[in-house]
């Protein structure tokens, strides 16, 4: 993730470039191709749809509510999902469950 923002601003304008301009940007042969080929049968309104009908929320790694000590290893997830009100707890007692 940080190769593509380095690269092209933010995910979402690297959403559909092909495996070879994924490439150029550093991205290694086979995630680029196997990324090419997820995107194929990934719809951003079902999965939208998904999320709110399960009450699942998320952020990603530029927002404030991203636990800090998570930011601090050497690749961090981009995304975290969750449920429940993140706002309503101090950042020093969160819990991040990763995996």
Do not use: C
Request: glycine letters at 4%.
């Amino acid at each position: 993730m940080k190769k593509i923002e380095k690269a092209f601003g933010n995910p979402k304008n690297a959403f559909n470039l092909s495996p070879s301009e994924l490439i150029k940007a550093g991205i290694p042969q086979k995630i680029a191709d196997d990324f090419f080929s997820w995107r194929k049968t990934f719809s951003f309104d079902l999965a939208a749809h998904q999320l709110i009908r399960e009450s699942i929320k998320f952020i990603t790694w530029h927002e404030p509510n991203y636990p800090f000590l998570l930011q601090e290893i050497s690749s961090p997830p981009y995304i975290l999902y969750y449920k429940g009100n993140i706002e309503s707890v101090p950042n020093k007692k969160r819990l991040a469950v990763v995996g």
